[in-house]
T-cell receptor, first 111, second 111 residues
């Protein structure tokens, strides 16, 4: 099946800093989504972005499907941005909706 | 409000007992999923269902069983055959071309 690699595995930021998280995948995709898991375990969908660029407040994401990667940008980070960020993809040869998750990037934002 | 309800939030069982985790959604989504998350790890797919009365094994189905008798409900049974059942279990749902939504999860501890 499709392989998903996220980098860096861990990230420590000072409040107000900007950062970029990366997701590489091994095959063509129909579907790519970014999620944030807060310290209580709740998973929130940030972006549904199989290609192109989207922005939502201080967060934005870009997927370059032809080069098999996606980037998540966090600007002016806040302590509430702490948690784990997951990238999940559905390969073109996978069943509809069957998402493969990366191992995540653990982000800690310090005051 | 529409959403996914998982119950209970915490569950404790003795080794050798089967246990059923509940997942209900009122989003009118066609597809539902069960994921398992171990500490510090990503999410792994246990089972998924794209329509009522049909479901497929995910990557780690051994020791688990599911049913999909109603569109809104997708219960997961953790059987005594599952060797390491202690984990965080997440239910999710989606419909074609839309983001994946998660419930708040059930933390299962088996001793």
């Amino acid at each position: 099946g499709i392989q998903v690699e996220q980098s860096p595995p861990d990230l420590i930021l000072q409040e107000g800093a900007n950062s970029t998280l990366r997701c590489n995948f091994s095959d063509s995709v129909n579907n790519l989504q970014w999620f944030h898991q807060n310290p209580w375990g709740q998973l929130i969908n940030l972006f549904y972005i199989p290609s192109g660029t989207k922005q939502n407040g201080r967060l934005s994401a870009t997927t370059v499907a032809t080069e098999r990667y996606s980037l998540l940008y966090i600007s002016s980070s806040q302590t509430t941005d702490s948690g784990v960020y997951f990238c999940a993809v559905e390969g073109t040869t996978d069943s509809w909706g069957k998402l493969q998750f990366g191992a995540g990037t653990q982000v800690v934002v310090t005051p | 409000d529409g959403g996914i309800t998982q119950s209970p939030k915490y569950l404790f069982r003795k080794e050798g007992q089967n246990v059923t985790l509940s997942c209900e959604q009122n989003l009118n989504h066609d597809a539902m999923y069960w994921y398992r998350q171990d500490p510090g790890q990503g999410l792994r797919l246990i089972y998924y269902s794209q329509i009522v009365n049909d479901f497929q094994k995910g990557d780690i189905a051994e020791g688990y069983s599911v049913s999909r008798e109603k569109k809104e409900s997708f219960p997961l049974t953790v059987t005594s055959a599952q060797k390491n059942p202690t984990a965080f279990y997440l239910c999710a749902s989606t419909t074609g071309g839309s983001p994946l939504h998660f419930g708040n999860g059930t933390r299962l501890t088996v001793t």
